[in-house]
């Protein structure tokens, strides 16, 4: 049988009638739930319907096959765009063998009107089993939903099998699902503070409380033997905060499957504008801008959080045989005040939380040992908060408890549950301008609150990391003398980005100050704190120059002052870059962060260091001679004219090898060689000096798809030119095809000889990329010259909007106003591009005339797309 013609063009026009209906209703209302229960119906309508014409003409005779709605359609569920989950549930394989091509022809009818089925099929013996490599099957057989067939079948399934299934394979089903838990929030760093967050993956999103409502059912249906009351899930408490934030969450969803137009989940900047002008959730809030909406999202989705990792940490199957050792050992830290079970803080005697000292103490005991507050001991504090508004303790006392918290191991997640509770900005109300506060840079991926927690969190985990160069901060974090007031300066250094109009720095500064001084610190340590805080990005700034040059560094190490606020300053740069998000602390960055630290150290401490440059090239030549004594003229030769910075760049085996590659210019003009080291790649280029040669090399490698993050070059006194380019393989192109190293090269040397159309091969990257071209962040263009950094050069900063080929056409202008690139230090936050770049003109620095015709020609090159 197959359906007809009219059947098909008729279901295909209510579905899209019937959803342009909702679509339009849910745009007047922005009620979410209303929207689920609309679409959910209009579906299962057009099912029955296709179930009637194709499977079953006559029900009364259907037997041995059930049609069970499964996952979100099985819970009313469904969102405009979201997948319709259908189990075809057989009695046995027979029964499916006759009914296979129907449910084939069923199946296709659905996806020809544009309908997202994922269909599977199953023979009921087959659902009693658990794979833990398909938990997601079972997990869906909680929502199941009878639609159409044999409701004997389906009573099997649901009454006897899925309790029978749970109670059997509680433990296993619990421990898979809070596996798979925690690797989706392993994904997500853990914390519900993105600045794009998804609002069903992302911590504290939907599927968080789907897994909260699983996991008190798997809990209920071991402990009655059967389906418990849905009501009866979650206690009162827990309801009274879902409910508002599933309202909220299910609207917000809705409308993003309706803006996008398919299930895309991602709530964007564009669509928090939306939302907000929209007052998507909030219809009765007066909401004013994107931030004030995003904190109230931020807000259910905390509430929506806090209650999915409790269930995780206090139903016992939801943890490992291992973890449940180790957190048994922890029940010996139970002291007089608390006690420990499970991992879980209790507190002894729960009417004492009205002194504010145990109270302090109690995240002082959680900071140091690790533990996490029991859903109870939670319930206590927030009822203990108003009294504790109405008669704060001293700000003193505040400090004293909160400096013994910041030193702790475990301190960013007591500063977390503190700040979850409300208890922190009571208790520090600096912190309500930045709590869940959201800054658009599309660098910094976490709200302003939770950098500075992941900041601190950085650095106490330093020294525990498996990276050397984490390893090689924390062993600096031990040698402070007063850490506490590094923690102090992360967590206070950036709030005064919540205040509008203001520079950020001085805004933190100031705020800072009041703070200070309430807090009653001495002078020298509000002046330490202070002066972290207001030089807290000078340390990045200053690696925008040169670090090998002895002046700049010189420059840096003054302005710091001792060795003891040097290192706080390196440590506040490296947590600071660290938790603005996974990849802003590149290898070269926290390498470069180090041998500013060195040598400002080296500075600062008057060290033999000093006497080790001063003679550094003669000791650089002596080991070049000895690796290769044979060679020493030509070494020499080679040298001749490179600055000093070249031997401090380069380990002599590298000069050797470029020394190697000069020799065989007059076989090939142009030598190239390329290594990949641990975090990129490594493109060096030894040829003659000529116009326009670091900008072809820029354009090439920027039509190739590789994107710069930091060039060397340099160029001796007989015109040779060291290049040398560290770039990252945006597409592995270079990574997962090794013949296409030798093209590569080729494709460059092209370019450079004149061989290869360099623009035609950027207007195919700009083609192929055309749809990512529209910034989410607009960056307008600021260019600066500096005379004084450099005794031999004009240092220029561009910053500018990042995009294709941005470097090669920088570089072009230089050549077209006859400078020479001595220097090039390249940077990207986000998608803004921060490039410096030590230039000269007829080997001296530029005129004052000279920079501002580079100026106009940089100003009109950067406006023009």
Avoid at 234 to 243: D, K
Avoid at 347 to 363: K, N
Avoid at 369 to 386: D, F, N, Y
Wanted: include cysteine; aromatic fraction near 8%.
């Amino acid at each position: 049988m197959t359906t007809t013609p009219s059947l098909t063009n008729g279901l295909r026009d209510l579905y899209a009638m019937e959803s342009a209906r909702i679509q339009k209703e849910f745009a007047a209302t922005r009620d979410g739930r209303a929207a689920l229960v609309q679409r959910t119906a209009l579906v299962e309508s057009i099912v029955l319907r296709l179930w009637k014409e194709i499977i079953a003409p006559d029900e009364a005779e259907i037997q041995n096959l059930a049609l069970v709605a499964l996952g979100g359609f099985g819970r009313g569920w469904l969102f405009p765009y979201s997948d319709i989950d259908l189990l075809f549930l057989y009695s046995d394989h027979n029964i499916e063998q006759a009914y296979k091509d129907k449910v084939r022809r069923f199946s296709q009818e659905i996806w020809d009107l544009r309908m997202k089925l994922s269909p599977a099929t199953r023979v009921l013996s087959e659902c009693d089993h658990f794979d833990p490599g398909n938990v997601e099957f079972t997990i869906s057989l909680f929502d199941c939903r009878y639609l159409a067939g044999d409701r004997q079948l389906f009573a099997q399934l649901h009454d006897k099998l899925v309790p029978k299934l749970v109670m059997r394979e509680s433990q296993a089903l619990v421990l898979r699902l809070a596996e798979i838990t925690r690797d989706r929030h392993g994904k997500y760093g853990g914390t519900v503070f993105h600045l794009e967050p998804n609002v069903k993956e992302t911590p504290g999103g939907l599927r968080d409380y789907n897994v909260a409502c699983w996991l008190a059912l798997i809990s209920s249906m071991d402990k009655l033997r059967g389906w418990p009351d849905a009501n009866s899930l979650l206690t009162e408490p827990a309801r009274r905060q879902f409910e508002p934030a599933l309202d909220f969450l299910m609207s917000v969803r809705c409308f993003l499957h309706f803006r996008h137009g398919r299930d895309d989940n991602m709530l964007t900047w564009e669509a928090q504008d939306d939302a907000a002008a929209g007052k998507i959730g909030t219809p009765d809030t007066a909401v004013v801008s994107a931030a004030d909406w995003m904190r109230v999202y931020f807000g259910h989705a905390r509430a929506i959080h806090r209650t999915s990792v409790r269930l995780l940490e206090e139903i016992p199957a939801a943890r490992s045989s291992l973890y449940r050792q180790f957190q048994n050992w922890r029940s010996r830290l139970s002291n007089a005040d608390f006690s420990v079970v499970d991992g879980l803080i209790f507190l002894q005697q729960p009417s004492a939380l009205y002194d504010p000292d145990l109270l302090l103490r109690l995240f002082d005991f959680m900071a140091h040992h690790g533990l996490k507050l029991s859903t109870t001991t939670e319930h206590r504090i927030e009822q203990v908060l108003p009294s504790l508004a109405a008669a704060p303790p001293e700000d003193p006392a505040v400090w004293r408890y909160l400096q013994a918290i910041l030193v702790q191991p475990h301190a960013a997640d007591a500063l977390r549950a503190m700040h979850s509770l409300r208890l922190l900005t009571l208790l520090l109300p600096e912190l309500k301008l930045i709590d869940s506060f959201v800054v658009r840079d599309f660098y910094h991926r976490f709200t302003v609150d939770e950098h500075s927690f992941l900041a601190i969190e950085g650095l106490h985990r330093a020294s525990q990391s498996t990276s050397e160069w984490d390893q090689r901060y924390g062993r600096v974090v031990e040698e402070l003398e007063q850490p506490e007031l590094l923690y102090l300066a992360l967590l206070l250094h950036d709030v005064g980005k919540g205040v509008p109009g203001e520079e950020h720095v001085k805004a933190s500064l100031k705020i800072a100050e009041a703070c200070l001084q309430r807090f009653g610190l001495s002078p020298p340590d509000q002046e330490t704190v202070g002066f972290l805080i207001a030089s807290h990005l000078e340390m990045s700034a200053t690696l925008r120059r040169d670090i090998f040059d002895p002046e700049n560094v010189r420059a840096f190490a003054e302005k710091v002052g001792t060795p003891e606020r040097l290192k706080m300053l390196c440590l506040l740069t490296y947590a600071d870059i660290k938790a603005v998000n996974p990849e802003a602390l590149t290898p070269w960055k926290a390498e470069n962060v180090w041998q500013l630290y060195i040598g400002a150290t080296n500075y600062l401490n008057r060290s033999a260091d000093q006497r080790v440059h001063a003679d550094a090239d003669a000791e650089s030549l002596a080991r070049l001679e000895t690796l290769a004594p044979v060679v020493g003229k030509k070494v020499k030769t080679f040298l001749e004219g490179l600055p000093k910075r070249y031997l401090r760049v380069y380990p002599p085996e590298d000069v050797l090898h470029h020394v190697h590659l000069a020799g065989s210019l007059a076989d090939d003009p142009v030598q190239l060689d390329l290594k990949r080291g641990r975090h990129w790649f490594e493109l060096t280029l030894v040829t003659t000096d000529r116009p326009f040669l670091f900008a072809n090399v820029a354009g090439a490698m920027a039509a190739w798809g590789m994107n710069i993050v930091k060039a060397n070059a340099f160029s001796n006194q007989a015109g040779t030119v060291v290049d040398t380019f560290y770039f990252t393989d945006r597409f592995r192109t270079l990574e997962l095809n090794l013949p296409e190293w030798e093209r590569f090269k080729r494709s460059i040397s092209d370019v450079l000889i004149g061989e290869a159309d360099l623009e035609r091969m950027l207007r195919n990257r700009s083609r192929s990329e055309e749809k990512n071209r529209i910034p989410k962040v607009k960056v307008e263009p600021r260019i600066t010259f500096d005379d004084q950094c450099s005794s031999t050069s004009t240092l220029i900063q561009v910053i500018a909007q990042d995009r294709l080929g941005l470097l090669h056409r920088i570089c072009s202008r230089f050549s077209y106003q006859k400078c020479n690139i001595e220097i090039a230090l390249i940077d990207t936050e986000g998608q803004m591009a921060i490039d410096a770049f030590y230039l000269t003109s007829a080997a001296a620095k530029l005129t004052a005339d000279h920079q501002k015709r580079l100026e106009a020609a940089l100003v009109e090159e950067l406006a023009s797309e």
